[in-house]
């Protein structure tokens, strides 16, 4: 997987201070039990992009990709004797408090036995999976358990909580011609899934498209309830696309572990910079849980309804549901006070022009574009990317339909079409161009900039 074909240096940095070490991190809850812990579950619901990579960054690494890179979620390797970063030194409970207070979702991964028949070198000259077929491959199910214990022990003392996913990590080299080494693996991963559940975490397996995840949905298709099947799918298929796994169907049918229960690594190895960081990286698309919803949105003002793609400049005795939002926008915001009649009429106007003030424009009587950006995204003002969903998303596409007439259906769901207008948004006021909406860009907004 991942980092686990060589070595990775942990990262590189091309901007000062960039690679700072976490320093005096409060190591919280060591001793927590899977029974005691009382973390936060991860990944839950999301649908966007993530990295991993062989040693946890440090937390000015994760800060500076937070910033500026398409990314909310990061495998990081907590267990396993075969993992090759056995050394973790920013991998703390403090760490992962943080990262999830940040809007991390966190992939833990454990690197344990491989399977019998693997080819690689490295794994052969450790344990592997025990082929041994005497009762039902009770030697390698026993297996499973234990690295399913070990990995909730270590999810727990690090702060992830129950139902989060655990991820075993199967490397592909191996034959799933081979009947005992095929079997062994199968009934490791289904013992690894039902302690899994016995202690309240989910079921996660990775493995490569042609082999391991094949192997499995072969036994899911042809033999329904011979083993205990994973709640979530981490596939490696070097696409180039995410979400693109099969040509068609050729390694996972359509209807496998859908909808919402898939991680794609659509890209191996390579060095990505954001925010003057160097992380070298795998890349994946999530898709899990129930994907990234946005809570209902609410009713304003009786049933107006804030949420148009076009905000026309509004003046004198103009009429309709623009004017029904600016009225309710004002009225909210404490500068009107009258029935919201869908009419512009003088209080509306008289209202306009206070607010006209307070953003320091000329007082005059029309409400144009610069006013409803700035009606339009004040409020708290959160980091969002792709993947958010919330009502900050919402207020966000609201105001860049009136800034830039970006046309965006307001779905409180920040997905590609959201992206593309806060890059559009970016580049007009020289930012960087990131896609991901910091202080900065709020701070533009709310003062009307367009």
């Not at 056995?86 to 409970?93: A, G, S, V």
């Not at 490791?188 to 490569?208: D, E, P, Q």
Request: aromatic share 8%; with cysteine; glycine share 10%.
């Amino acid at each position: 997987m991942h980092q686990s074909r060589r070595p990775r240096s942990p990262l590189r940095a091309t901007a000062v201070g960039a690679v700072l070490a976490l320093v005096g991190s409060v190591l919280i809850g060591l001793t927590a039990t899977p029974a005691q812990a009382s973390g936060r579950a991860t990944p839950r619901n999301f649908t966007g992009y993530g990295f991993d990579q062989c040693v946890a960054p440090t937390q000015s690494a994760m800060d500076a990709w937070l910033r500026s890179s398409p990314f909310w979620a990061v495998g990081i390797y907590t267990t396993g004797d075969s993992r090759f970063c056995r050394d973790q030194p920013n991998l703390t409970p403090s760490w992962v408090e943080t990262q999830l207070r940040n809007g991390w979702r966190l992939l833990p991964i454990t690197l344990g036995p491989q399977a019998s028949c693997t080819t690689r070198d490295r794994y052969r000259k450790q344990e592997r999976i025990n082929p041994d077929p005497t009762k039902g491959y009770a030697k390698a199910r026993a297996q499973g358990r234990r690295e399913a214990r070990t990995a909730v022990a270590e999810a727990a003392r690090l702060g992830m909580g129950p139902r989060s996913t655990l991820w075993y990590d199967l490397e592909g080299d191996f034959s799933v011609s081979n009947t005992n080494c095929r079997e062994s693996a199968l009934s490791f991963v289904s013992a690894w899934t039902n302690k899994l559940h016995k202690l309240g975490y989910r079921s996660g397996f990775y493995s490569s498209a042609g082999t391991g995840i094949k192997m499995l949905d072969d036994a899911r298709v042809n033999r329904p309830g011979r083993f205990s099947m994973p709640d979530q799918l981490w596939v490696a298929r070097w696409s180039g696309v995410p979400g693109k796994i099969n040509d068609p169907g050729t390694y996972l049918r359509e209807d496998g572990w859908m909808p919402h229960a898939r991680v794609h690594q659509y890209r191996g190895g390579h060095n990505e910079t954001h925010g003057g960081v160097t992380i070298n990286i795998d890349s994946n698309w999530l898709d899990v849980g129930r994907g990234t919803v946005a809570p209902r949105s609410p009713k304003h003002c009786g049933g107006v309804d804030l949420d148009l793609t076009h905000f026309p400049k509004l003046t004198k005795k103009v009429s309709g549901d623009p004017v029904k939002a600016a009225q309710c926008l004002l009225l909210k915001k404490g500068y009107y006070d009258g029935a919201v009649t869908g009419v512009y009429d003088d209080a509306t106007i008289a209202a306009v022009r206070s607010y006209r003030e307070q953003l320091g424009m000329r007082v005059r009587n029309p409400l144009p574009p610069k006013m409803w950006t700035a009606l339009l995204s004040q409020g708290r003002g959160p980091l969002l990317k792709f993947g958010a969903g919330s009502h900050a998303v919402r207020r966000l596409q609201r105001a860049l339909n009136a800034a830039d007439r970006a046309g965006l259906p307001v779905t409180g769901v920040f997905e590609a079409r959201t992206t593309a207008a806060v890059k559009t948004y970016q580049r007009d006021h020289r930012l960087p161009a990131t896609g991901v909406v910091t202080d900065k860009v709020w701070t533009l907004l709310k003062a009307g900039n367009r």
